[in-house]
């Protein structure tokens, strides 16, 4: 049997000969949340193709570690078949692991040749000093057949609170689908607080916020399932009134969990703010309808009375909840150069209402702030640079499925190095915020119908495979995936570079971060051991300052 211990930025592509690096010695602090795998197969001369065993644990730790399985998903597409670059673990249709399956009791297999991996969580309020854990493999005789060992350094001392804004678009409406719960029904309403607590346990600090159906990857005419936090009300002669109790509670879950800022759902259609969103209305009559839509003009005079009718409410109820001075607006997503005129006038029409409140929204085009249209930019990744050369203070980024040549991404198929890497990006260039569209994603291309995110990761063919989600809808709440953790990790390495810069310099923790040369965000080490080693040197970077 080989049973090796490793790091979390290892994956399991079932079917290609791989070799993993052991992992013996590690560092952590006590407000960190630290994942390792051990990797299990039988070897060829195993007479067996499967055998059952079960695992043991030794360490003073035993009460901070979680273990559950590490199993596979399908890839159909990994990477985009013209585009990507050379640097993808795979790119034909595979496997490869990434579920982090809950446990029940300590029994697995193990098989001939077949790669199968236990993955180990340590977090909690963990006590400081050097801490042994050894993972045994015992066979059915109860024997145990092999061992590896981890020494695990818990440093006294806690990372500093995040200050990255990081939003990853959470979709009330794949909840309700999936689940088969009516929309806003008390299991609905369960289910929301339960995703946006993982959410926030993840370093998600911002929540995408529905006040009405979000107009976000749907097909032209075709529309998402009613997801409206405001009521809205018409009288006969066509004046509106609005019920705000629908997103006090959703504020209040998210203040529980520990969301810090919220993200108003857009004003106008994506890709070039052409539309209203999807806003459904009960007239005088008590008829429940959709008033407006992609069937209605962004400029027309009736929506642009409704819309300032809206947020003229919106505004002091937020300030009333006081939320507003931590929340942010957006007019549309992904908007190109050619509908920069039609952003103009839709910005127009609210930015006097709007303007104690940041409006973000992730374009790729610098002339939209050049031209004063955005103040808060969101370029994309690789679509940054002019917006680093030109100095636009307080940047975010972002990537999605676009971002799949030399960027770094969190893709199924890429190596993790590319998921953790943005945590020395962002910390480089003091980036404020960053997005991602798809925390929980079920849905195939515009929404079209729900999938089984088990056994469909690329909406059917439309994105490489993981882009579209981190998490996975187990029976009773999220299923969490080895991506949102190393992600998790990148966030907890910013925090760590933050923390020594507070003791030393920006300049000498960056002397740390580019011992092997520039970092940018299109040339970075391409390898895991970088981002291993890097942190180790940190944190002992760190523990000379705690001890004076």
């Known amino acids: 049997m080989n ?27 006590q407000n960190e949340t630290y994942s390792f795998s051990v990797f299990h197969r039988l070897t060829p001369e195993d007479e067996s193709h499967k055998k059952w065993f079960t ?18 998903v399908p890839m159909e597409m990994p990477a985009y078949p013209t585009t990507a670059d050379e640097d993808y673990l795979i790119k034909t249709p595979s496997l490869i692991s990434d579920i982090v399956w809950p446990m029940e009791g300590n029994r697995f297999y193990s098989a001939r040749g077949i790669w199968r991996g236990l993955w180990f969580t340590v ?26 060992s981890l020494e695990l350094e818990i440093i006294e001392a806690k990372l500093p609170k995040q200050k990255l804004i990081y939003t990853n678009w959470f979709h009330c409406d794949c909840l309700a689908k999936y689940y088969k719960v009516p929309m806003q029904s008390e299991r609905h309403w369960e289910l929301i607080e339960q995703y946006i607590q993982c959410a926030a346990q993840f370093g998600i600090n911002m929540i995408l916020t529905p006040v009405f159906t979000p107009p976000l990857d749907t097909a032209v005419g075709a529309e998402r399932p009613t997801m409206q936090l405001v009521d809205v009300y018409e009288d ?39 539309h209203a969103p999807k806003i459904m209305v009960t007239r005088a009559d008590g008829e429940y ?71 973000i929204d992730a374009l790729s085009d610098y002339e939209f702030y050049q031209e004063g249209l955005v103040k808060k930019p969101i370029p994309s990744n690789d679509h940054i640079t002019p917006f680093l050369e030109n ?13 799949n040549e030399k960027v770094g991404n969190r ?57 579209p989600f981190t998490v996975y809808p187990g029976e009773d709440g999220p299923i969490l995936s080895q991506r949102i953790y190393v992600f998790l990790e990148a966030l907890q390495d910013l925090r760590a570079f933050q923390l020594l810069e507070s003791y030393t310099s920006k300049e000498h923790v960056m002397e740390l971060v580019e011992q092997e040369g520039e970092l940018t965000f299109f040339d970075y080490p391409r390898n895991n051991a970088y981002l291993l080693s890097l942190r180790e040197m940190v944190n002992e970077e760190i523990k000379k300052y705690i001890r004076k």
């Open 3 to 29: 049973w090796i211990l490793t790091s979390s930025l290892e994956k399991i592509v079932p079917g290609m000969e791989q070799e993993f690096a052991p992992l013996t010695h590690a560092s952590m602090f």
């Open 236 to 274: 006969a002669a066509g004046h509106y009134s609005f019920s705000f109790e629908k997103l006090g509670r959703f504020l209040e879950i998210g203040r529980q969990a520990g969301i810090e800022y919220f993200e108003i759902s857009h004003l106008y259609t994506q890709w070039g703010a052409a």
């Open 123 to 148: 977090s909690g309020n963990l006590p400081a000093g050097l801490h042994r854990i050894t993972i045994f493999a015992v066979n059915e005789e109860g024997q145990r057949v092999e061992s590896a």
């Open 55 to 72: 695992f043991e644990m030794e360490s003073d730790l035993q009460d901070f570690i979680q273990v559950c399985e590490l199993k596979n």
């Open 411 to 467: 893709f199924l198929a890429m190596p993790s190095y590319r998921n953790r890497i943005l945590g020395c990006q962002l910390y480089k260039y003091d980036i404020e915020g960053f997005l991602q569209w798809g925390f929980n994603f079920w849905f195939s291309h515009h929404s079209g119908h729900l999938i089984d995110p088990f056994t469909v990761t690329d909406g059917e063919n439309t994105w490489p495979a993981g882009d």
């Open 391 to 403: 100095h636009v203070p307080n940047l975010w980024t972002y990537y999605c499925c676009g971002q």
């Open 289 to 359: 309808r959709r008033k407006f839509g992609w069937d209605t003009d962004a400029f027309s005079e009736e929506y642009r009375t409704f819309l300032r009718a809206f947020l003229s409410e919106l505004v002091p109820y937020l300030k009333g909840q006081g939320v507003a001075d931590r929340c942010y607006f957006h007019i549309s997503d992904e908007p190109s150069r050619d509908y920069m005129e039609n952003y103009r006038r839709a910005r127009e029409a609210v930015e006097d209402l709007l303007a104690d409140f940041p409006i």
